[in-house]
């Protein structure tokens, strides 16, 4: 297994599409019911927790740059390889594997519980899971040129929903921010962490990197694509606190979702209704690239072809996805994936970094004894 990659040309992308692959990635439907599991720990103070944990967030892709800069062209895969030899390397790139499939089962099952819920409580699991892997085996056949181009357009197209929160804004009270700065470290950090879910995606930097052409450019749109998505988290969860009673708001299981319901036009009565199907703009983009990393990761690591591996993950989650349809089991799911996620997208970066440079120091005073 080579440790630096060599990407022909026509599987380059641009540094400045990383600033959508970013916004992809992290805004979909966590961000739906992020404010509440955030207010249950900090209350009316969880813009601080979120602030928090944006600039958590930061540190932690400067630090997955950092360790990426140590090598000429390489992945997460080849680096573990590298640090940890082949075959516990190839174990803890298995690990990212799993966790880009369970964000992807905990993405796919939560969509269509929002359809079955507001839209067809009679759908049956089968028939929405079919339809959305369909459109997801289509783009991830098509290349990383493909996906990038649909998740370029999608991104594009859909933050303008966000848009339409104008009215619940003018609904707002102040007084549901009262008393300001009541939370306790421990409450904010609480309140923070709880964030995790809303934020996993950027680790698929860890594996994309190469395929970046020009890699100085990189930094700045992706560091402005994870700030995008923080602030739109930030500004719906401020509307949220305002807009809802703090004993509504612990009820709700898709609060942003809700608000759109006080949305409404003299020729769509129930707008909450399109928002829905506009959602799917917002969550397709992230389950592709997650597609796409699970494919690409198997490739790398034991040399199976990504469309083996996407025709069968494809069948594994229809099953799983039509056997899941009960709400505590679905949310268990979302559960575990942030608990394990917050560890391997959000604590080990920071753990690898240190390994990582003394590997490299290690390797220039070799070199140089040479």
Do not use: C
């Not at 439907?29 to 249950?40: D, H, K, M, Q, Y």
């Not at 899971?129 to 990038?148: E, F, K, N, T």
């Not at 690409?296 to 799983?320: C, D, E, H, W």
């Amino acid at each position: 297994m080579e440790i630096n990659i060599k990407i022909k040309k026509n599987l380059r992308i641009r540094a400045f599409q990383l600033f959508f692959i970013m916004v992809g990635i992290q805004i979909g439907l966590g961000i739906l019911g992020a404010p509440r599991f955030i207010f249950e720990h900090s209350r009316q103070d969880a813009w601080i927790s979120i602030l928090i944990a944006f600039v958590y967030m930061l540190i932690v892709l400067w630090t997955m740059f950092l360790i990426l800069k140590q090598y000429e062209n390489a992945d997460i895969f080849g680096i573990q390889v590298d640090i940890f030899g082949k075959w516990f390397g190839k174990l803890l790139g298995t690990i990212y594997i799993i966790l880009f499939m369970a964000e992807l089962l905990s993405l796919l099952l939560g969509y269509i519980e929002v359809i079955q819920v507001y839209l067809y409580p009679t759908m049956p699991s089968f028939v929405m899971a079919l339809i959305l892997l369909i459109l997801i085996v289509y783009s991830v056949i098509g290349g990383i040129r493909v996906i990038v181009g649909v998740v370029f357009l999608f991104t594009l197209l859909s933050p303008w929903v966000f848009i339409l929160l104008y009215d619940p804004i003018t609904r707002m009270e102040i007084t549901h921010f009262q008393p300001i700065f009541e939370a306790s470290i421990t409450d904010l950090l609480k309140g923070a962490r709880a964030t995790a879910y809303t934020f996993l995606g950027i680790e698929i930097l860890f594996i994309i990197y190469p395929f970046i052409e020009n890699k100085q450019n990189a930094k700045l749109p992706a560091f402005l694509g994870v700030s995008t998505s923080a602030f739109l988290v930030l500004v719906t969860t401020i509307i949220s606190i305002g807009y809802y009673s703090p004993y509504d708001f612990e009820l709700m299981n898709w609060a942003v979702l809700t608000l759109f319901k006080s949305v409404s036009f003299s020729f769509l009565e129930r707008f909450d209704y399109f928002i829905i199907a506009e959602w799917m703009m917002v969550t397709v983009p992230a389950m592709i690239l997650m597609m796409w990393a699970v494919t690409y990761g198997t490739k790398r690591l034991f040399a199976i072809p990504q469309k083996t591996t996407l025709y069968v993950v494809a069948i594994l989650l229809l099953i799983i996805s039509s056997s899941i349809n009960q709400d505590y089991k679905i949310e268990k799911i979302t559960d575990v994936v942030s608990q394990i996620g917050f560890w391997i997208v959000f604590v080990y970066p920071i753990v690898l970094l240190p390994i990582v440079l003394v590997k490299k120091i290690s390797k220039d005073r070799k070199g140089s004894a040479k």
